[in-house]
Nanobody, 126 residues
Framework: QLQLVESGGGLVQPGGSLRLSCAVS????????IGWFRQAPGKEREGVSC????????NVVYPVLGRFTISRDVAKNTVYLQMNSLKPEDSAIYYC???????????????????WGQGTQVTVSS
């Protein structure tokens, strides 16, 4: 059973940075793509960034392009989301999730992702 645990959220001022971590246990990253999603109050869950199972391909969605970067440390079985130049509209609960390689992680279809973390709150406010 795959388990994902997010950490690194918090309160940050506009323009600030945070690095989210997604620690994976129960399997290695080689078997799953990892996506980051976020959900703000009253809004649907949306995909933000993902990295495929081989680590060869990453994707970030347009609203965060140039500000967010996804990476992974295979030795630590952890995926990171570096978030820079944060804006109030980035405030949300951020989730990481695992998807099998038969699906493209950048389709960001929640039902394709089999395992989810519990989420970490990110609040961008002055």
């Amino acid at each position: 059973q795959l388990q994902l645990v997010e950490s690194g959220g918090g309160l940050v001022q506009p323009g600030g940075s945070l690095r989210l971590s997604c620690a994976v246990s129960g399997s290695t990253l080689d078997y799953y793509g990892i996506g980051w999603f976020r959900q703000a109050p009253g809004k649907e869950r949306e995909g933000v960034s993902c990295i495929n199972s081989s680590g060869s391909t990453t994707n970030v969605v347009y609203p965060v392009l140039g500000r967010f970067t996804i990476s992974r440390d295979v030795a630590k079985n952890t995926v990171y989301l570096q978030m820079n130049s944060l804006k109030p509209e980035d405030s949300a609960i951020y989730y990481c999730a695992a998807v099998l390689p038969k699906y493209s992680c950048s389709d960001y279809v929640p039902r394709h992702y089999d395992y989810w973390g519990q989420g970490t709150q990110v609040t961008v406010s002055s």
